[in-house]
């Protein structure tokens, strides 16, 4: 009788634990060299310091717990004003994984199968074809036949051949720019099924499956959410992931109520001199959360906090419990963080059904453990989930490019130096 107490308090035990709630509160882990863990006070500074960072939000996240979470230098640099914790960022790319979670959630529920035809959605993908040549005088061109159809798989892994308008290769951004493909990235004031039933009509890059090619795949994930749903993407994720898990500041329609929360957005001139984002460079004003949208991009729509993000890690980490609330099947959710690349498609890592995923062989060349999970956002937000450390940190600035973003593999190095 005893054994089956000890065995039922075990279990009771372990419940908690995985459904607890993250409190944004920070409480001192053991599991850590808080002395050699605050040395990224210290990177942080020196860099802006040299006016090579503007202000960055970090939060580290062990065993359920926040054990790291400040903000750096300043969310405007004009107005000085201080980068608080809980800055909204536009987390762009970062918007990708949470669709993919919504696409699972219909999987599990029997609505589609991974190795299912988009056509089945959306006819315009019937029969594609892929492109043969091209004239970059009028972006005219030519193409053949696909071997065979795009399935949600292939959007999933970013194996359709689909390529990215606005960031992806010269002559599939000419091709998409002649249609009036958008990238997701700013505000658009069209339709997304419009717009994807001419994506369907247009040649693939390459065909499906034969490589890894960043693209709008998951802005089609997105729209065969709000086909497959008969709701927008704003409204599922809202119901079916925001709501439940608890993420209060994770939004495609910014509320005013928060605009003061938002980072400024910053990028470089032609000397590496930090300047502001003006509202038409690369033609993305960065006013764009705040703008009332109805063309959801789920590749790039969405902006949020590094608290919030990390509960949406944090339930991946508890086998997809969270708050009590089972968001995603602990069996779907390992499929979900599984490889599932040939060698040698993306580098030394794999890629999973959303997640960039550290292969055996970087795990022995780096620091993350082989399993963990990450990707980021085009304006410079980061993150990634370590499994075997049940660990978690998010990088978050609004800084495009670059010219000094070496800080994110120094900060990396600290917190696994500090691990006891």
């Not at 054994?3 to 279990?11: A, G, P, S, V």
């Not at 709701?231 to 994720?237: G, N, P, Q, V």
């Not at 590749?299 to 993000?309: K, P």
């Not at 085009?378 to 660990?391: C, N, Q, S, V």
Request: proline content about 4%; aromatic content about 12%.
């Amino acid at each position: 009788m005893k054994n089956i107490l000890r065995i039922i308090f075990i279990l009771f035990t372990f419940k908690n634990a995985i459904s607890q709630t993250l409190s944004p509160i920070v409480k001192q882990h053991n599991g850590f060299n808080y002395e050699r863990l605050n040395q990224i006070d210290t990177i942080l500074k020196n860099y802006e310091d040299k006016n090579w960072l503007v202000g960055t939000v970090v939060i580290i996240v062990k065993d359920n717990q926040v054990v790291y979470y400040k903000g750096s230098g300043y969310s405007n640099l004009l107005n000085k004003k201080p980068m608080q914790h809980d800055a909204i960022f536009r987390i762009m790319s970062q918007t990708k994984a949470i669709t993919s979670l919504g696409i699972m959630q219909l999987f599990e529920r029997g609505k589609l199968s991974l190795d299912q035809n988009i056509s089945d959605f959306i006819p315009e993908f019937k029969n594609p074809k892929v492109i043969k040549s091209f004239n970059a005088l009028d972006s005219s061109y030519t193409s053949i036949a696909a071997k065979r159809e795009i399935t949600i798989r292939d959007l999933l892994t970013h194996t359709s051949g689909i390529d990215y308008a606005a960031i992806g290769s010269d002559t599939m951004q000419a091709v998409y720019a002649k249609n009036g493909i958008p990238s997701g990235l700013g505000y658009f004031n069209e339709n997304l099924l419009s717009k994807m039933k001419v994506l369907g009509t247009l040649p693939l890059l390459h065909n499906p499956g034969k490589r890894f090619t960043y693209g709008l795949n998951s802005d089609l994930l997105g729209c065969l959410i709000e086909i497959i749903s008969g709701e927008s993407l704003e409204t599922y994720c809202n119901k079916n992931i925001f709501e439940p898990l608890g993420m209060k500041d994770t939004y495609f329609n910014v509320p005013a109520t928060k605009a003061h929360r938002l980072a400024t957005v910053y990028t470089e001139d032609n000397n590496q001199k930090i300047i502001e984002w003006s509202p038409t460079f690369r033609n993305i004003d960065p006013n764009y959360p705040l703008i009332p949208k109805s063309y959801f991009s789920g590749g790039a729509g969405l902006s949020s906090t590094a608290f919030d993000y990390s509960i949406f890690l944090q339930m991946l980490l508890n086998g997809g419990r969270y708050n009590d609330k089972q968001i995603l099947g602990r069996r779907t959710v390992e499929l979900m963080l599984s490889p599932q690349l040939a060698d040698n498609f993306f580098g030394d890592d794999n890629f999973s059904l959303g997640f960039a995923l550290t292969s055996e062989k970087s795990a022995n060349l780096n620091l993350l453990n082989e399993g963990s999970f990450a990707w980021g956002g085009y304006y410079g937000t980061t993150y990634w989930a370590d499994p075997k450390e049940r660990l978690i940190c998010l990088i978050m600035t609004q800084h495009n490019p670059k010219s000094h973003g070496d800080y994110v593999d120094k900060i990396t190095r600290v917190i696994y130096g500090s691990l006891k």
